[in-house]
């Protein structure tokens, strides 16, 4: 007779999606979806039997099997985890567009009536803006000394840059001009001094030459980047320009 109850009440749980009953020991669990409770009888010993519609006999108690029960605390925080190793390094990104190369002369330098270098710059690959300021020293007032950049064997006459000279001397003179190379090189600072009586004579006591390199040079088309096609390809009358 036990044996017939046990097996009732295996099979009401399994319909009501309760995975197991054991005799002595209750367990329910709930599979997909909510289980339907089943109402069964237990005596003092825990044994089971259905309860039928006239309820538990004597000496017998009601127990509701396959209900789900309170929702338990909440359990304590689990240690951190250890950190993860470093990612390894990015390449390297490009060079920006801006760097700025400096020459100086400190001694004084005679400059002839003939193309001579004050100052040079070895220059990589790009576009660059040019600019130098000299000072120096001279004998007759109305003597004049012409600067500008020569690069790759060909001087830049549109930039020439005439200096009026004075009995005490020049300082301030400013040569500008702009370059666009592809292979890079070197570029010269160049001066020329036009003594109008013989015997006249010209020095450069300090010039500071610095090539800044920019992304891009913008201009307005009248006149060519050191170098550039449309230069003029031979030196001016200087001997007029004074």
């Given at each position: 007779m036990q044996e017939k109850n046990r097996r009732a009440i295996v099979a009401a749980l399994a319909s009501a999606s309760v995975a197991t009953l054991a005799v002595g020991s209750?367990?329910?669990v709930q599979a997909a979806g909510t289980p339907k409770p089943v109402k069964a009888c237990a005596d003092k010993n825990q044994n089971l039997k259905l309860k039928g519609k006239t309820g538990c006999p004597a000496g017998t108690h009601s127990v509701t099997l396959g209900q789900q029960g309170p929702r338990?605390?909440?359990?304590?925080?689990?240690t951190n985890?250890?950190?993860?190793?470093?990612?390894?390094?990015?390449?390297?990104?490009?060079?920006?567009?801006?760097?700025v190369y400096v020459a100086h002369r400190t001694s004084s330098l005679a400059i002839p009536a003939a193309d001579t270098t004050v100052a040079s710059l070895t220059l990589p690959a790009g576009s660059y803006v040019l600019s130098s300021s000299l000072a120096g020293t001279e004998t007759a007032a109305d003597d004049r000394l012409y600067c500008?950049?020569?690069?790759?064997?060909?001087?830049?006459?549109?930039?020439?840059?005439?200096?009026?000279?004075?009995?005490?001397?020049?300082?301030?003179?400013?040569?500008?001009?702009?370059?666009?190379?592809a292979a890079g090189g070197t570029v010269n600072l160049q001066c020329y001094f036009y003594a109008t009586t013989t015997g006249d004579t010209a020095a450069i006591s300090s010039a500071a030459f610095t090539a800044t390199q920019v992304g891009t040079l913008h201009g307005d088309g009248t006149h060519d980047s050191l170098g550039g096609a449309n230069q003029a390809a031979t030196q001016p009358n200087r001997t007029h320009e004074h």
């Open positions: 209750v367990t329910a338990g605390l909440q359990g304590v925080a689990g985890g250890t950190n993860g190793t470093n990612g390894t390094n990015g390449t390297p990104g490009q060079r920006g567009p801006s760097d500008f950049y020569s690069f790759a064997g060909r001087s830049d006459y549109d930039a020439l840059l005439p200096m009026a000279l004075t009995s005490t001397g020049f300082a301030g003179g400013t040569v500008t001009d702009t370059l666009v190379t």
